[in-house]
């Protein structure tokens, strides 16, 4: 990509500012140039935080930024390169041979704020027992009562989704999913007790009485809900995050050196 507008976000150990350096070297002596304002290219170097960290540093300008990914610990699911294959990683987008694809983002609204997940958007209370009534394309679903519920994207599916005994879900299928963090069931209040894999255009509310001590989190975000009471979840209309694929690794393969 000649003359390409590019920027570095990079993980904070020494071995990611290095290659950052070496990045950035070796693209202005092929032409391209560091505007970090306006990159046309985020490239990433670090992991699947690393990568998820640069997605939100770059939300309002999602529609024209590509991010391009090389991981500098084992291969992630943001990132089709390690570190030892600097040389590919670059050679592949000198020659172009990347393709790109789109993922979506979550939505959650409050009264007054947006937020955006690419892994997932939760609500936890871990002050006191947390109560709502979740409704799903507007009818009342269950009654929730527990520490919190996780709303992922496929993507996100193998992060924190995958601790609470979410399933894990191959690439390609476009859904999304709802778990219970810590949920109690007894008879007065009955949720479902297991992970539910929903079509991505199902809009989620999540209305309690009282969301004091409620931590509303997308991603590596996380903010008080305090004095909420009703947050809407659901695929992002008009955000979607635009990365540079290398190459083809299958998805059972990073599962395999991952977990
Ligand atoms: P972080 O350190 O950036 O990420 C935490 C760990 O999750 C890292 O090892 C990271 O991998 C990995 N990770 C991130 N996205 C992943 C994905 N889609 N699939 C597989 N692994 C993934 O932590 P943070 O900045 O606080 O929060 C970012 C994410 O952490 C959240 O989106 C949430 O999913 C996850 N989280 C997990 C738990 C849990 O499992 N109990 C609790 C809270 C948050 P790299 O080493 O490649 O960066
Ligand atoms: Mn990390």
Redesign the pocket.
């Known amino acids: 990509m000649k003359n390409c507008r590019f920027t570095v976000v990079a993980r904070l150990d020494a071995a990611s500012a290095q290659m950052k350096e070496e990045l950035i070297r070796t693209l202005l002596s092929d032409g391209c140039v560091e505007d970090e304002a306006h990159p046309d290219v985020v490239f990433v170097v670090?992991?699947?935080?690393?990568f998820?960290?640069a997605v939100h540093m770059y939300l309002d300008q999602l529609d024209h930024v590509r991010f391009y990914g090389i991981?500098t610990?084992t291969l992630?699911?943001?990132t089709d390169f390690h570190s030892d294959e600097f040389d590919a990683f670059l050679e592949c987008f000198r020659k172009e041979e990347y393709t790109e694809e789109s993922y979506p983002l979550l939505e959650a609204r409050t009264s007054n704020a947006v937020y955006y997940?690419m892994?997932?958007i939760r609500i936890e209370n871990a002050a006191r027992t947390q109560e709502m009534d979740i409704y799903i394309n507007g009818s009342l679903f269950e009654k929730y009562r527990g520490t919190g519920i996780c709303v992922c994207t496929q993507?996100?599916s193998?992060?924190?989704?995958?601790?609470l005994g979410g399933a894990v879900a191959q690439d390609g299928l476009d859904i999304i999913e709802m778990t219970e963090i810590s949920g109690i069931h007894h008879n007065k209040y009955r949720s479902l007790g297991a992970p539910l894999l929903m079509r991505m255009d199902t809009q989620i509310r999540l209305d309690a009485v009282k969301y004091e001590g409620a931590l509303l989190?997308a991603?590596?975000d996380v903010c008080y809900i305090d004095n909420e009471h009703s947050v809407s979840i659901a695929v992002s209309n008009t955000k979607k995050v635009r990365m540079l694929k290398g190459r083809q690794i299958s998805w059972f393969d990073r599962i395999q050196i991952?977990f």
Request: without cysteine; glycine residues 30%.
């Open positions: 670090g992991g699947d935080g690393t998820i960290y991981h610990g992630g699911f943001y997940g892994n997932e993507l996100g193998t992060a924190y989704n995958r601790s989190g991603d590596s991952l």
